[in-house]
């Protein structure tokens, strides 16, 4: 389905699920979008202060400026949080944040997140850039419950279901 045959409604229900698109260097590229009626400020604070970072995804350790290295462990993962190297590339408070972070056998993730206001709402754009050959489908999954998580941090709306009970629920939408 092109995107001209959707409508807003479709279009909304996939950037929410994450839409997987291929740029010229072959990369595929898999992009969200979240809003919410909070201030820029405060979902500014929801992905870069300790405490509210902490609630959604996991803890970073280390200088906060462009070019710093620290270390970043994802806690809500199953066993023991295991933290990993990770770069600040770019800080624009409160507009934009892109990190680089080593995972174990695959490619520095790079994850730029842009915010914006529109229409009175604060607009969050997630993005990642794979290999042409990954297989996207699970780590849209996981980003897709992590990106609930962080509905829940900042839109005080319920968390999601534990990972198995999201997997059941959400998993059929990607084919898992």
């Not at 996991?58 to 949080?81: L, S």
């Not at 892109?98 to 529109?118: M, N, S």
């Not at 290999?131 to 998580?149: Q, R």
């Amino acid at each position: 389905m092109s995107d001209e045959d959707m409508s807003g409604e479709d279009m909304s229900y996939m950037a929410r699920r994450g839409v997987v698109t291929t740029g010229t260097d072959g990369r595929q590229r898999l992009e969200f979008h979240r809003s919410w009626p909070d201030p820029i400020e405060d979902v500014w604070s929801a992905l870069t202060e300790p405490d509210r970072l902490a609630r959604w995804i996991g803890a970073y350790e280390g200088e906060r400026a462009v070019g710093a290295r620290g270390t970043f462990a994802m806690t809500h993962e199953e066993g023991e949080p295991v933290g990993v190297p990770m770069t600040i590339v770019e800080c624009d408070p409160p507009r934009r944040l892109v990190i680089e972070w080593v995972q174990q056998d695959t490619d520095a993730w790079r994850v730029d997140l842009d915010l914006w206001v529109e229409d009175g709402r604060t607009v969050l754009r997630f993005v990642q850039s794979y290999a042409p050959d990954a297989d996207v489908t699970d780590f849209a999954l996981g980003w897709h419950w992590y990106l609930d998580k962080l509905d829940a941090a900042v839109g005080h709306v319920p968390a999601p279901a534990d990972w198995d009970r999201f997997l059941a629920e959400t998993g059929p939408a990607y084919g898992r």
